[in-house]
Nanobody, 124 residues
Framework: QVQLVESGGGLVQAGGSLRVSCAASGRTFSSYAMGWFRQGPGKEREFVAAINWSGGITSYADSVKGRFSISRDNAKNTVYLQMNSLRPEDTAVYYC?????????????????WGQGTQVTVSS
């Protein structure tokens, strides 16, 4: 069974940086794409970024492009989201996601597996 565990969330001032991590287990991590989503207060969950199995292909939501960077370490079964120039509107619970198949997915998925989320709060 696939398990995803996020960590690294916290409180940061606007303009600051934070890196969240997601440790995966339960299948061959290096064979699958990974993604990050977020859900802000009173908002629907939205796509943030995705990365293919090798790290050679990445995709970003327009709202984070140029500020956030997704990466992965297949030796550690971990995917990261480096967040720079954070804004109060980036405040959300950030979720790690994994697809049910070998295909590369972005916003529309499908994303079959989800972590429990990690809270990121950006103060103004």
């Amino acid at each position: 069974q696939v398990q995803l565990v996020e960590s690294g969330g916290g409180l940061v001032q606007a303009g600051g940086s934070l890196r969240v991590s997601c440790a995966a287990s339960g299948r061959t991590f290096s064979s699958y794409a990974m993604g990050w989503f977020r859900q802000g207060p009173g908002k629907e969950r939205e796509f943030v970024a995705a990365i293919n199995w090798s790290g050679g292909i990445t995709s970003y939501a327009d709202s984070v492009k140029g500020r956030f960077s997704i990466s992965r370490d297949n030796a550690k079964n971990t995917v990261y989201l480096q967040m720079n120039s954070l804004r109060p509107e980036d405040t959300a619970v950030y979720y790690c996601a994994a697809p049910p198949n070998y295909e590369y997915h972005t916003a529309n998925g499908p994303w079959g597996y989800w972590g429990q989320g990690t809270q990121v709060t950006v103060s103004s």
